[in-house]
């Protein structure tokens, strides 16, 4: 897995571009979001959240997706439940993960973070291979952008709280955290 700078996509990865982004207003990266999702919730391996993230989901295949199939979102990557990453948007353009958020007094996290989707749930623990993907990806991105220091790596419900709950209590950001110090230290 490497990243191109000038593209802003990874080689090694899995490609699937969603419509959902725009320009950065001032193209800064200096922000980490952490997400959750699964389509339909608690479904795993589905195919729907690429789905969802290109504009392609069906409505009429499940209830949920009824309320949810005219949004127009996306993330950078997606890491599914055997670490497989997918890259929706370039990593230089404005993917539209956050919604209505605020890092340290800083409105619409979108235009200066990168949004990162674990399949999963608030309640199910995530799985060793997502969070070595986890791991590595996180330490690519850092490598590339500086800005995005252990501080500046957060969950979506610390930019939107109360509005949003991922990733959840079952991911483990001790873990985390002390595998991109221990690996970082190696390097």
């Known amino acids: 897995?490497?990243?191109?700078?000038?593209?802003?996509?990874?080689?090694?990865?899995?490609?699937?571009?969603?419509?959902?982004?725009?320009?950065?207003?001032?193209?800064?990266?200096?922000?980490?979001?952490?997400?959750?999702?699964?389509?339909?919730?608690?479904?795993?391996?589905?195919?729907?959240?690429?789905?969802?993230?290109?504009n392609h989901l069906n409505a009429t295949e499940h209830p949920f997706f009824e309320s949810i199939s005219e949004l127009k979102v996306s993330a950078h990557f997606l890491i599914e439940r055997d670490g497989k990453i997918t890259q929706f948007v370039s990593c230089l353009d404005r993917a539209w993960h956050a919604g209505v958020s605020s890092f340290e007094g800083r409105e619409v996290c979108n235009d200066f973070s990168l949004g990162i989707e674990l399949e999963g749930t608030d309640e199910l623990p995530?799985?060793?291979?997502?969070?070595?993907?986890?791991?590595?990806?996180?330490?690519?991105?850092?490598?590339?952008?500086?800005a995005i220091t252990v501080q500046r790596?957060?969950?979506?419900?610390?930019?939107?709280?109360?509005?949003k709950t991922d990733p959840g209590p079952a991911f483990d950001w001790q873990r985390y955290r002390g595998a991109l110090q221990h690996t970082g230290e190696m390097q």
């Not at 995530?126 to 990806?137: E, N």
Request: charged share 15%; with cysteine.
């Open 1 to 54: 897995m490497l990243l191109d700078p000038a593209s802003g996509w990874f080689e090694g990865v899995c490609h699937c571009p969603s419509p959902n982004f725009n320009e950065r207003p001032d193209g800064e990266i200096s922000l980490l979001v952490i997400h959750n999702i699964s389509l339909p919730p608690g479904q795993f391996a589905t195919g729907k959240v690429q789905a969802f993230f290109q």
């Open 153 to 163: 790596i957060c969950g979506h419900s610390d930019v939107a709280p109360g509005r």
């Open 126 to 146: 995530f799985t060793d291979a997502q969070y070595d993907a986890l791991v590595a990806l996180t330490l690519q991105l850092q490598g590339a952008y500086p």
